[in-house]
C-alpha cells in the first residue's frame, strides 16, 4: 500500500526529504554532522526557493547556522523564503545582500530595523508580512510550511533527543511543523552528552544535529537597569496602578518590554503596597522572567508566572521559585512562546506595553520612517479575544452597553510619552508606518495595535479611558486631552476636557489622587541592578553590561 502511494504521486515531500538526506550522508555518522562540514552540507541539503525556517527567536539564536548558511554559494543556493521569527543578527540581512534568499516573513527586527528598512527601500528583499509570533508560528501549519529548519538546542544525547532548556521558547513549534510534514530538521546543539536532564524535542522528531563551534546566543531581552528608569517613567507607573490596576481590579496580566512597565513591578511593593493592593492585583503574569519583578515576588505579589522564554542570570532564580514559575523535573524552567502567546490572548485580563508612536484615532505602531522593526507578539497580547468565554471582575468591567448578551473585552493599556528625547512628538496626525508601508508595497500598513482594539491611553499628562468614548469624535477628544504639548495636544479643548473629565473618560493625576512630588526614584523598590541581585538573595547572576562594578548601560531597545 505505501509503495502505490509513493507510485500515485502522494509522498513528494516524503523522497524530497529522503534525497535531500541522501546528500548529505557522506558527512553524517548517524545522525551526527561534523561540525566543519557544515557549509557544504547545507549547500547540499538546500534547493532553490526553498521556505527556510531559521530560528532568531526572540533571544536565543541558531548562531552557528545562521553564520555558516550565509557562505553557500549564491550560484548554487538563492532565493530561498525565510521564515524567522526576529531578525536579529547581521548575517540574517546579508543573507538577502548576497542573493541568497528573496523573500521574508517575520514578526520582530529590533536590532537589524534600521538595516531591514534600508533594504526594503533598495528593493533588496521582498516582505511577505510582518506577524505576531503566534501568527507566523500558526502559518508554517498551513501556508508557509518549512522545507528546512534551522534551529538550536541546548544539549543532544546520543540517541537524537533534545534538551532545549529555560530557553525552549519557539523551537518545539517549527521542528514540528517542518518534521510531520517531511521537511528536514537540522539542530545545532552546544554539546552531545550520554543522559539529557529532560527530553524536550523526541530524537524522532530531529534529522541532523551538528556540534556548533560555540554556545548559542542569548539576548537579555527584557533586562532593565532601574538607574535608567526616569520620574516620568514613576509618574505614569503609579497612574498605571492607581488608575488601572486597582480601579478595575486587574489579577492577571501580561507587561510589554520598556523601561515603563519596569517601574510599575518596581513600585508594586511599595506604592502598591501603600494602597493596600497585595492579594487583590497583579497575581498571575504572562511574562519572562523579568529581574525588575524580583522584588514583587520576593514581597508576596506574585503567585504563578508562564513564561515565552527566559532571561539571562535568572536560571538560578527561577529554579528555586518553583511555585512560581513552570519547571520541569530537573528543576529548569520550562518555557513555549506559543503557549504563553496563547495565554495573553485568552487567559489574561490586561496588557500593557510602550510604543513608539500613536495617531490621533490610538491606532499605534513601532513601525516609524527609517525604522522596521515589526511587533513581536504585541499585536496578538494586545487585541481582544472574540472567542474568549470566561469572565473575570475586569474583563467585566469593560462592559459598557448593558444588554442581555453584553460581552466584557480585554483591557489594552498603551503607555506614551508625549516626547520622545530628542523633542520627536510620539502622538501624531498619522503614523510613519502608513507610508512605509506604501513604500513597501505592503497590501496592509504595519500597525501594531489598532485604535478600535486600545482600552485606556496613559501619558504623563493622565489617562484617557478611550473604551468609555462614545464615538471617534470623542475617542480622538480624549487622546488629544492627555497629549500633552503635542500639537495634537494643542488642539485640545479645556471645556471638553473638562466634560471628559467629568464623565470620567479622562483623567489628571489630581483626579487620582496620584501626587506629582512622590513619583521619584527613592520610590523604586530597587534602584540598580545590584538591588536587584540582593532582593534575589544572590540567585540573579546578571549579565555582565549590567553590572554596575563595569560600569554598563542597558538596552534600552523596545
Known amino acids: 500500500m505505501v509503495n502505490m502511494i509513493q507510485n500515485d504521486g502522494w509522498s513528494k515531500r516524503r523522497a524530497s526529504k529522503a534525497a535531500r538526506l541522501a546528500r548529505i550522508a557522506p558527512w553524517m555518522k548517524g ?3 561534523e561540525t566543519g562540514a557544515i557549509v557544504e552540507a547545507l549547500q547540499a541539503l538546500l534547493e532553490p526557493g526553498d521556505a527556510v525556517a531559521l530560528e532568531g527567536d526572540n533571544q536565543k539564536q541558531a548562531d552557528f547556522l545562521s553564520r555558516s548558511l550565509v557562505q553557500v554559494d549564491p550560484a548554487k543556493i538563492h532565493d530561498l523564503h525565510l521564515l524567522i521569527s526576529s531578525v536579529s543578527r547581521p548575517e540574517h540581512l546579508t543573507l538577502f545582500e548576497r542573493g541568497i534568499a528573496r523573500k521574508i516573513d517575520l514578526a520582530f527586527a529590533g536590532p537589524q530595523s534600521v538595516r ?11 516582505i511577505g508580512a510582518i506577524h505576531t509570533y503566534v501568527e507566523l508560528y500558526a502559518r508554517m501549519f498551513v501556508d508557509l510550511m518549512p522545507d528546512v529548519a ?5 544539549q543532544a544525547d546520543r540517541q537524537g533527543n533534545l534538551y532545549t532548556g529555560p530557553n525552549t ?6 521542528v514540528e511543523a517542518t518534521a510531520f510534514h517531511d521537511g528536514v530538521v537540522v539542530v545545532q546543539v552546544n554539546e552531545i552528552v550520554d543522559e539529557l536532564p529532560r527530553v524536550d524535542i523526541p530524537a524522532s522528531w530531529v534529522d541532523v544535529i551538528v556540534p556548533a563551534d560555540k554556545p548559542y ?5 527584557f533586562t532593565r537597569d532601574p538607574r535608567l528608569i526616569t520620574d516620568v517613567q514613576i509618574l505614569s507607573a503609579m497612574l498605571v496602578i492607581r488608575g488601572i490596576y486597582e480601579h478595575h481590579g486587574v489579577t492577571t496580566l501580561n507587561h510589554g518590554i520598556g523601561f515603563d512597565t519596569a517601574a510599575i513591578e518596581l513600585l508594586l511593593p511599595t506604592y502598591g503596597e501603600k494602597l493596600g493592593l497585595r492579594g487583590k492585583i497583579c497575581r498571575n503574569w504572562v511574562l519572562n522572567p523579568h529581574p525588575t519583578l524580583i522584588p514583587a515576588i520576593e514581597s508576596g505579589w506574585v503567585d504563578s508566572v508562564v513564561c515565552f522564554g527566559s532571561e539571562v542570570g535568572m536560571a538560578d532564580y527561577t529554579r528555586a521559585r518553583p511555585d512560581v514559575f513552570f519547571t520541569g523535573h530537573d528543576g529548569s524552567l520550562r518555557s513555549n512562546r506559543v503557549l504563553a502567546q496563547l495565554a495573553g490572548q485568552y487567559a489574561i485580563d490586561l496588557f500593557i506595553g510602550s510604543t513608539l508612536q500613536m495617531d490621533v484615532e490610538g491606532n499605534s505602531s513601532t513601525v516609524t520612517a527609517g525604522r522596521l522593526s515589526g511587533f513581536g507578539g504585541a499585536p496578538n497580547m494586545g487585541s481582544d479575544a472574540r472567542g474568549r468565554r470566561h469572565a473575570s471582575a475586569a474583563w467585566l468591567d469593560m462592559i459598557t452597553n448593558k444588554s442581555a448578551t453584553a460581552r466584557g473585552r480585554k483591557l489594552v493599556v498603551q503607555v506614551v510619552e508625549t516626547f520622545h528625547k530628542g523633542g520627536e512628538q510620539s502622538i501624531v496626525e498619522t503614523l510613519d508606518a502608513i507610508a512605509v508601508g506604501k513604500k513597501a508595497q505592503m497590501p496592509l500598513a504595519p500597525v501594531m495595535i489598532y485604535g478600535d482594539d486600545v482600552t485606556h491611553l496613559v501619558t504623563e499628562e493622565g489617562i484617557a479611558y478611550i473604551y468609555r468614548a462614545e464615538g471617534l469624535e470623542e475617542r ?3 487622546i488629544a486631552a492627555v497629549a500633552g504639548a503635542t500639537e ?5 479643548d479645556a471645556k471638553r476636557t473638562g466634560n471628559l473629565r467629568a464623565r470620567g473618560i479622562v483623567a489628571t493625576p489630581e483626579d487620582l489622587g496620584v501626587r506629582r512630588t512622590e513619583a521619584r526614584r527613592t520610590l523604586l523598590a530597587a534602584r540598580s541592578i545590584d538591588d536587584l541581585v540582593a532582593w534575589s538573595d544572590g540567585l540573579y547572576q546578571p549579565p555582565a553590561k549590567f553590572r ?11
Do not use: M, Y
Open 116 to 126: 531591514l528598512a534600508q533594504f526594503v527601500a533598495d528593493g533588496k528583499l521582498e
Open 476 to 478: 480622538k477628544a480624549a
Open 217 to 221: 546566543q542569548v539576548e537579555p531581552l
Open 31 to 33: 545522525s551526527v554532522l
Open 488 to 492: 495634537i495636544g494643542l488642539r485640545a
Open 150 to 154: 534551522l534551529v538550536c538546542a541546548e
Open 169 to 174: 521558547e519557539d523551537t518545539p513549534t517549527i
Open 548 to 558: 554596575s562594578w563595569e560600569n554598563s548601560h542597558a538596552n534600552t531597545q523596545l
